[in-house]
């Protein structure tokens, strides 16, 4: 076997929520590329459309389903046709998730009044966990219902350094959101291993994104985290492409319950 047999994903059938863009769709890039068939599930129906075009132009073997990670009838019906598709599922990408709003200091380290933790909106607190956490649990769930009696699967949860540090810049909710993140992926972990299936995390720190409406696009919220960042960039989604062909492959069957910090560093602290 080559070393780079052990990367082998073609053939693999997967699912990607929230693949439309950003990060999902660098993760549905680099498995079809590897000869994987990828379907993508996302609210966004115009997004999936063009992903799907772009895909599909390279060669991929795509589908799109456009679903809401918190309607779960629709989660398990798009789940159920991919397997009634392709006979199984072999490697779930749970990635769809939203931004938590601005953090209590902004770039410049004043505080910004209009995020006060007592004055935090409840529809903004039960937003994100509905998407982030419990749309989480539910496509893991969805994930595990399928691969079970298969006695094997890959669930790899997008997850965020934001799970296990406080926030500055970063809203409260979604640090809690993606706190409790980091737990599903322990206890699903622990319990599906028997089974043959795996569950580990990506968690990444600031990638240029269309999270949050773009905000970390913005020159201004880029050079924050720039300088603080000791590679001194901020991610883009191609630099998660090598970590999701190594949780999807082989190359991580003896790994699970995982977090894998992909940052530049920025969770280790300020460098120069
Ligand atoms: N960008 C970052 O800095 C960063 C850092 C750490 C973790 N993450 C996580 O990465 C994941 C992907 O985010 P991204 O940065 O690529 O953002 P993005 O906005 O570019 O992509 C997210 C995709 O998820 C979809 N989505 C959102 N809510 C959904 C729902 N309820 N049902 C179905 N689809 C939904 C969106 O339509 C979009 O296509 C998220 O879980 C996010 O929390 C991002």
New binding site residues.
Partial sequence: MGNNDIFDVSGLVTVI?????????AVAEVLSAGGASVTL????AD?LAGAERDLSAGGAEVDIIE????ETGALSHAFDAVAAKHGRIDVVFA?????GGPGFLTGDGARNSSRNFEDLPDAQWDQVM???LT?AFHTVQTAARIMKPKGAGKIIV?????AFKAEQFVGTP?VVS?AGVAQIVRQAALELAGYGITVNAM??????????GGR?KDADARAVFERNIPLRR??E?DDIKGLALFLASGASDYMTGAHMVIDGGFSLGFAD
């Fill in positions: 929520t929230g693949g439309a863009s950003g990060i999902g769709l599930v996302d609210r966004d997004a679903a809401d990670v918190t990635n769809a998730g939203i931004g509905a998407v982030n749309g997008t997850s965020s350094i934001s979604y993606k968690a990444p720190g600031p990638f240029i994104t269309n999270i949050s970390l901020m991610g989604p």
